[in-house]
Structures are given as C-alpha cells and as structure tokens.
C-alpha cells in the first residue's frame, strides 16, 4: 500500500496560443475544470498503475471539494483520511501555451492540516510500503510525517515542489528527494550535480524529456526518457512519483524503477489536464517494451 500525503486542488485550466506580455489581455481557445492537485495527482497516477492507494488530505465545503472527493473515489483511491473542512478547495490557474505551463496554486483547505492529524496516523504510515509527499501543503505536516515514517522504518519520497518549500532540516529525513532541474538548481545550487554524489540512490532528478538522472555510488547515471507527442506537460512530474512510488514500493532494481516512471511520465503529456493523461500499467509496459524492440 502506498500513502499520500499532500494536496488536493480544482485546476482551472486555460489555454492560449501564446503567453501574453505584462498588462496585455490575451484570448484563450479552451477552458475547463480538472482534478488536480500535486498529491492528488500523484495518488491517482498510483492507483492507476496497480496500487492500494490511501490519500491523506483536506478539502473545502464548496462545490469544488464534494467533486474532488468523488473524483478521487471514483479513481480507487482510499478517502477515508480526506477531511472536508469550512472554507474554500484549493485552487490551481494553469495557463497553457507553446507546449508549457505557467501555474499560480491558491492552497485553501490544503493550508489547514494540522500536525495533530499527522500524528494520530501512525498506524497508517506503519502499515504502507511507500509515503509520498509534496510541498503543496504546511511544512510542519510534511515535516513531521517525515519523522515518523524515518522512525517507524517507511521509506518516503519527497517531491520538492513548490522548492521554495524545501528546507534543509527536511533533510535527515527523506528517503528519496525527487526535484526537477529548476528545483534542484534551488536547492542545491548551480552545481546541483555534485549533489547526486551525496545522495546515491537516493536523489533523483527529473530533466522532462531528457529522462533522470542520479549517482548509484560509482557513476552518473542517466535514465533516457522516451520520444512523445507533446500536448499538455501539466501533471508530468506528479506521475513520474507516483509511478516511482510503485515501482519503488513493488521492489524493483532501481535504474528499471526510474526507467518505469520515465515512461509513465512521458504517457501522461499526451492528453489534456494533470489526471487527464495518467497511464494504466499496461500502456507503460508497453511504451517500455516499445523502446526496447
């Protein structure tokens, strides 16, 4: 079984053929409404590669939150631990164009999961194989579900996103750090590739297309990604951990780990919306075998 803890977010998506300048009013071509939410996002891409999924979360009493629950339902995802709080869902804008994304997250009830809550699931952590987290929610619940799945032997990963999020005492505690390029510049510096080397096979670093790359103790390795039909890179990142998670979780060799959430991730760009391209387990084994021939 692999838990998430993290955030559960209404993505209202709008897309543009370009990015408009700074006060330029542009028009969009599409609107629409996805499920989203990196921790959501990252326990459906679980649950559809083949997982027991539990999601530990917060939502509003608005519109918004009843659909998100239902949403995650519908997915096989475990709710039992989604609370629904007064107040507003979290939100994200995301704004397509030219095959990328610009995204301004507005928490709501994501903001108010409080440690207490975190710490009357011990059990819940005891009895997973994997904890996935993000940054999306306050730092002191990720921080303290750090501690205590490193005390009761949980292996955890870490998506470092928002970066800004990250802080050094998380550091202790992590057993897989997960940053894009641009996060790991953040957190580690220009030369970020010195740190794969303090942290082997233990800090993975995705570089979209390219693949990922990490350090397995004697060389630099770096996992190729797999040629795709760009349509929407919202959600990549998020399917590449949960599908690390069920590789990791599932105990495979750690390169084929990686290679198996690579292919996942490059899946998941060729439809719209976060949740809207997560692949089954069978689409992914099949890329891979595809790659292979």
């Not at 949740?275 to 992914?284: A, K, L, T």
Request: proline share 5%; hydrophobic share 40%; glycine share 10%.
């Amino acid at each position: 079984m692999i838990t998430v803890v993290g955030s559960i977010n209404m993505d209202l998506v709008v897309r543009t053929d370009r990015f408009p300048k700074q006060g330029e009013t542009a028009l969009g071509d599409l609107y629409t409404t996805i499920p989203g939410g990196k921790g959501a996002n990252q326990a459906v891409a679980a649950a559809r590669l083949g997982s027991d999924v539990q999601m530990v979360g917060a939502v509003g009493t608005d519109a918004f939150g009843q659909v998100l629950v239902e949403g995650l339902d519908t997915e096989g995802v475990h709710i039992e631990h989604v609370k629904q709080l007064d107040g507003m869902s979290g939100i994200a804008n995301i704004l397509l164009s030219e095959g990328d994304n610009r995204i301004i997250v507005v928490p709501g009830a994501n903001h108010l999961l409080k440690e207490e809550e975190i710490d009357g699931l011990e059990y819940l952590f005891e009895a997973s194989d994997l904890v996935i987290m993000q940054l999306e929610i306050p730092l002191p619940v990720v921080q303290r579900t750090l501690e205590i799945c490193q005390r009761i032997g949980t292996p955890t990963i870490l998506n470092p996103a928002p970066s800004a999020g990250y802080r050094k005492e998380m550091e202790p505690y992590w057993t897989y750090l997960t940053p894009n390029e641009s996060e790991a510049k953040e957190i580690f510096g220009p030369q970020w590739e010195n740190a794969l080397e303090q942290f082997p096979n233990r800090l993975i670093v995705t570089l979209g297309k390219k693949g990922a790359r990490y350090f397995d103790g004697n060389k630099h390795i770096i996992v190729e990604g797999y040629a795709t039909k760009t349509v929407d890179t919202t959600g990549a990142g998020d399917t590449f951990n949960g599908a690390l998670g069920v590789a990791l979780s599932e105990q495979m060799p750690f390169e084929e780990a990686v290679r198996f959430a690579n292919a996942a991730a490059s899946l998941s760009v060729e439809k719209m919306g976060a949740q809207g391209g997560m692949p089954n387990r069978e689409d992914v084994l099949a890329r891979m075998r595809g790659a292979s021939e």
